[in-house]
């Protein structure tokens, strides 16, 4: 099966590091995101990769290249002007519309060790994968006296859950995919909708998104932690 990178955003919220950087290529441990989630893709048998480039694409795939020094082969959709993440997508159908077993696809901020073999399903549904929704705040528990019993640090939200980012999808998911728009917001609704889409919970998985400054320092410490534990 192929993978998808999405790789082609501007990452205005981690400005003013994604002025002469893209976001993808911004490191963490001293590596790249995007370095992290073809070693992901590669871990999970997933060794022929697309890559959805767009602004400061050249920094990508000077990296990159064609991928052999990370043993996975590379091709490059580019973007001439934003698509989003579904016009990204529909983007890469040439390359991807023989892929009768599905194929998998990744947004380009996510650093994770999401098993992506249990995301498919025999019956090549398509899936998202979620994760619970992690509190960015502390959370104190007390008693119907309001009585303070205990507090939590960023605790997991148990019964909410989020997308990941991580899809699996079939060739059917091109029959929703705007030419420009984001597939959150567009494809991913109407597939619900239409009972063409499923999700597979991932609680215990590490998971992060790249969406601050914040993050970067924190998912460095996680990633040590699971390094260090490997």
Known sequence: MK??????????????????????????????????????????????????????????????????????????????EPLGTGGALKNTYSLLKDEKEGFF???????????????????KTNTLAVVPLNSPYGIVDFDEKLNVTGFKEKPHIVDKWINAG??????????????????????????????KLKAKKFENSFWKSIDSHKDIEESSKELAKIDSAD
């Open 3 to 80: 993978g998808v990178i999405l790789a082609g955003g501007f990452g205005k919220r981690l400005k003013p590091i994604t002025d002469n950087c893209p976001k993808p290529m911004i490191e963490i441990l001293d590596k790249p995101i995007i370095e992290w989630q073809i070693q992901l893709l590669a871990k999970n048998n997933i060794r022929e990769i697309i890559i959805c480039v767009g602004y400061l694409k050249e920094q990508i795939i000077d990296h990159i290249a064609s991928g052999n020094r990370f043993n996975v082969k590379v091709a490059y959709t580019v973007e001439d």
């Open 166 to 195: 991580i899809y699996f999808f079939n060739e059917d998911v091109f029959n929703y995919l705007p030419d420009k728009g984001n597939i959150e917001t567009t494809a991913l609704p109407e597939m619900a909708n239409q009972q």
């Open 105 to 123: 696809m990744i947004n380009g901020d996510i650093l994770t060790n999401i098993d992506f073999k249990n995301l498919a399903d025999k019956n």
